[in-house]
């Protein structure tokens, strides 16, 4: 199984629907991720959270809302999905111990038509 | 703000055909470089972490170097199995978290 988990796989959706993203990780890591990927732009930061408690907002946060449900557990929110939201987005968890490396999610591409 | 810019943008090598990916960087107080791997459709897969000039690290047929402007991935002897987008990205600064990543180096060998 994988360390780090997300669902859907693929997902298409209308203008202005709300959807929510999900990730879950058997790493037992505090911090965790989610990123998104557009070609030519490379990985952006949507949110990061220190543990269930704290969470922050990243480069691009605009337009989304995250849940830190439990330690293993961080779900990504579009309330009103636009069609530049269309991308492919990953979940991350890495340790809070020094500044190691993180893990990545398989991804979940998303298309708002 | 930290900024990453990865050249080239894409290679085409053949097998066996040594070269060198890079990684210039611009951060206020480097706290970790990372490399890694992505194959299409897949999530990023982690390769090295350098924190200081000088560091060099191994992996098979790859070799990552740091110094305080730049990252170098060297890629010795490539086989197709290679191909893949290198990604390069710095820690974010102190009391912040998450990782600046370049635009990656798509790398294609050709048997």
């Known amino acids: 199984d994988a360390d780090v988990t997300q669902t859907p796989r693929n997902r298409i959706t209308k203008t202005g629907k709300r959807i929510m993203l999900e990730c879950s990780q058997t790493?037992?890591?505090?911090?965790m991720y989610w990123y998104r990927q557009d070609p030519g732009l490379g990985l952006r930061l949507i949110y990061y959270?220190?543990?269930?408690?704290?969470?922050n907002k990243g480069e691009i946060s605009d337009g989304y809302s995250v849940s830190r449900q439990a330690q293993a557990k961080f779900s990504l929110s579009l309330e009103s999905a636009i069609p530049n939201q269309t991308a492919l987005y990953f979940c991350?968890?890495?340790?809070?111990?020094?500044?190691?490396?993180?893990?990545f999610g398989q991804g979940t591409r998303l298309t708002v038509v | 703000e930290d900024q990453v810019t990865q050249s080239p943008e894409a290679l085409r090598l053949q097998e066996g055909e040594s070269s060198s990916l890079n990684c210039s960087y611009t951060?206020?107080?480097?706290?970790?470089l990372f490399w890694y791997r992505q194959d299409p459709g897949k999530g990023p897969e982690f390769l090295f972490t350098?924190?200081?000039a000088g560091e060099e690290k191994e992996k098979e047929r790859l070799k990552a170097t740091l110094t305080k402007k730049e990252s170098f991935l060297h890629i010795t002897a490539p086989k197709p199995e290679d191909s893949a987008t290198y990604l390069c990205?710095?820690?974010?600064?102190?009391?912040?978290?998450?990782?600046?990543f370049g635009k990656g180096t798509h790398l294609i060998i050709q048997p």
């Open positions: 991350a968890t890495r340790s809070s111990t020094g500044n190691t490396e993180a893990f």
């Open positions: 790493k037992g890591h505090d911090r």
């Open positions: 959270s220190f543990d269930v408690k704290d969470i």
């Open positions: 951060v206020s107080g480097l706290r970790g």
């Open positions: 350098l924190y200081s």
């Open positions: 990205a710095v820690q974010a600064p102190e009391g912040a978290d998450g990782l600046t």
